[in-house]
């Protein structure tokens, strides 16, 4: 305690190049949290579930997915066709359709994803919001929002921020021009948007309402069939309570006759996230294995400089604490003791500061990668920062710490004489 | 190894020599020399004759190439760096030229510095160096920084840094040299006032005879050899000088 005075006080000594290197330390250490993040997230994304399985069955040669709409039905059962065959906790199905608001536009301000579904399973399949808990407020604007899509079968869910990019709010109605499916155009009213996340740039629509159009235009005289009018349904999900149910299930779709043309498979969410991933995977290469060693390197660096530059005026200084009786060990630890205690500040104030900008001023950090188009900074972000600050520290202010504590007095004091 | 002896400072047969490239340069040759408790010994001579690194190595700053240092009881050129530094804490007050106060710190803090090394309590170190700062007469001055102290308001700090852990033996090396003729006074006053008053043994290495004169007895240096032993006047109340010299 009573040399960690004296590191206070040496830290005030230049406290402009101590800001300098603390704002130094805070940028790098923003880089390291927002890279780390990501790279976090999409790690959670595909680390493998033991519990509360979420399967995918999908196209099996085909990206985008299309199957017929036809099997719907018995994937949402996991082809059980026996007693004794398992079958899936719960299930949805998606139906992807693309549009615009204008007809002859499409771009940011017009856009529309829409996945048709069946509107109960927002709270119970999609993701995050069927962790909501049951009181907050989320979640209870979110059942309000789904009563009225089972009223009213021209309900649109749809995200915030695709919602403000399209100019519209709650209760107003739009009509929506098929990009996906030219000729099947759609008439919505929103009267819900999902929580602030990963939904962001969605929409959601009754299936129904999306299977009556498609129904509708078939019979349109002089329609030539569509492939999106044939093959509909993009993915089904189903929820397993655990790995052997999954295994089983996914062995009775395979087995099944009625998946064969075309033919389907069935992986775990985690894993079909990995494999649409793998589109990215030179840029998450080089955000792990280039970013950011680059970044705590630096930051290394930085630290390295300003306390060597320290070190080096204050020689003279570490020769009177040893003539004092300082050892050796007590000047290591008082240079270290700087740098650690600049660097966990800094880290600390970095991470806090990013989490509130990034998360409460930003509303999360924006790089589309496939479905997550936002990121945002966990909580235990500021433990990252504030062990990347004190280990970057450390390590940078070895080297100058070393030389400190082997300063030679007779060779500092040594004047004519 | 201890031995008894009435003397705070033994040198034996004291080599001190460096290598530049493949030329040996002596700096000390086979010095001796015995300085009793008590006594205020100054070392002369001119520049590159060895004085601070006699000094350095009575402190136990440096090591001689060949040769014994003896400080009361303990062979210091026997110590590891880590047991001279403890060593130092508890035996030897130092006084530089340049004051050498760390500028972040007030006068009462660098004066408490040599005290966070011993295991004091808060109260115990503030009535040290309290009394410290009193002895030098700064007490009105303990909050200062040292850049807004006079030189010879520094040097007093220095001098209360070095008596605060209550040292046997004191170094001083040029304490005047960086001071006009009036702060030099005062500081040789107070050194010598100490020395009496403490009955510290006191080493002065310094370039003026006037400085010189304040002391039990001079030596000279010259080529690392003690070339004479000058015997002062003694005040009243010093004692008698009892150390020797050996060439």
Redesign the interface.
């Given at each position: 305690m009573k040399l960690f005075l004296l590191v206070l006080k040496n830290i005030r000594r230049n406290l402009l190049r101590s800001v300098l290197t603390g704002l130094g330390t805070m940028v790098l250490v923003v880089v390291v949290i927002m890279v780390w993040s990501i790279l976090w997230f999409l790690d959670e994304q595909t680390k493998e579930k033991t519990s509360n399985i979420k399967a995918i069955v999908t196209e099996r040669w085909q990206m985008p997915s299309r199957m017929p709409l036809s099997y719907a039905p018995e994937l949402r059962a996991g082809a059980a066709r026996k007693p004794e065959h398992v079958r899936p906790l719960d299930s949805m199905t998606w139906q992807f359709y693309v549009g615009s608001t204008e007809p002859n536009r499409f771009g940011r301000e017009t856009a529309l994803f829409i996945v048709g579904t069946q509107p109960e399973k927002v709270l119970t399949m999609f993701d995050d919001l069927d962790t909501l808990p049951p009181d907050s407020p989320d979640r209870q604007r979110l059942e309000k929002a789904i009563q009225a899509m089972k009223t009213n079968r021209q309900a649109l869910l749809i995200g915030r921020e695709r919602m403000e990019a399209i100019n519209k709010r709650v209760g107003e109605r739009l009509k929506v021009y098929g990009m996906s499916l030219r000729g099947v155009d759609l008439e919505f009213e929103i009267v819900g948007v999902f929580p602030e996340g990963r939904w962001n740039n969605l929409a959601v629509m009754d299936w129904e309402y999306y299977n009556a159009a498609i129904d509708a235009y078939k019979r349109r005289p002089g329609v030539r069939p569509h492939p999106m009018t044939e093959r509909s349904l993009s993915i089904v999900w189903l929820k397993t309570p655990d790995t052997r149910s999954f295994t089983a299930v996914a062995s009775q779709i395979a087995a099944s006759p009625s998946f064969t043309n075309p033919q389907v498979k069935t992986e775990t969410l985690a894993s079909g996230t990995a494999a649409f991933l793998e589109a990215f995977r030179d840029l998450i290469w080089g955000m792990r294995y280039f970013l950011m060693p680059a970044a705590v390197v630096t930051l290394c660096l930085v630290i390295a400089n300003a306390i060597s530059l320290s070190v080096r005026e204050r020689r003279k200084e570490f020769a009177v604490l040893k003539v004092l009786g300082f050892r050796p060990a007590h000047i290591l630890g008082l240079v270290l003791g700087e740098a650690i205690l600049l660097g966990v500040v800094s880290g600390l104030l970095s991470a806090a500061g990013v989490f509130v900008l990034i998360n409460v001023v930003f509303g999360g950090l924006k790089f589309p990668i496939g479905f997550f188009g936002t990121f945002y900074i966990p909580v235990r972000a500021i433990w990252w920062g504030l062990g990347v600050g004190a280990a970057t520290a450390l390590i940078g202010s070895l080297a100058p710490a070393w030389i400190a504590c082997r300063v030679r007095v007779a060779e500092i004091f040594a004047r004519v004489g | 190894m201890t031995i008894a002896n009435d003397f705070c400072v033994q040198l034996r047969g004291i080599h001190k020599y460096f290598f530049r490239g493949s030329e040996r340069l002596d700096i000390l040759n086979g010095l001796n020399l015995e300085a009793p408790e008590g006594e205020f010994l100054a070392l002369m001579g001119p520049?590159?004759?060895?004085?601070?690194?006699l000094l350095?190595l009575i402190?136990g700053?440096?090591k001689p190439s060949e040769g014994e240092v003896w400080v009361r009881d303990q062979c210091i050129s026997a110590m590891s760096?880590?047991q001279l530094?403890?060593w130092?804490?508890?035996n030897?007050g130092?006084v530089?030229q340049f004051y050498?106060l760390?500028?972040?710190?007030t006068a009462y803090?660098n004066v408490e510095?040599?005290l966070?090394?011993l295991p004091l309590s808060a109260a115990q170190r503030r009535q040290q160096v309290e009394t410290a700062l009193e002895l030098v007469g700064l007490q009105d001055r303990m909050d200062h920084r040292p850049g807004q102290l006079s030189g010879g308001q520094q040097q007093r700090v220095g001098i209360a840094?070095a008596l605060v852990?209550d040292p046997a033996l004191i170094l001083a090396?040029?304490p005047t040299g960086d001071l006009d003729a009036r702060s030099a006074e005062e500081i040789l006053d107070l050194m010598a006032e100490l020395q009496r008053s403490l009955q510290k043994t006191i080493i002065l290495?310094t370039h003026d005879p006037r400085a010189a004169a304040r002391a039990d007895r001079i030596l000279h240096l010259d080529k690392g050899r003690l070339v004479d032993s000058l015997p002062v006047e003694p005040t009243p109340v010093r004692r008698s000088p009892r150390g020797s010299t050996r060439e």
């Open positions: - | 520049s590159g004759s060895g004085k601070t690194t350095n402190a700053l440096d760096e880590s530094a403890r130092r804490t508890r030897i130092f530089f050498h760390l500028p972040v710190l803090e510095l040599p966070l090394l840094r852990t090396d040029e290495v």
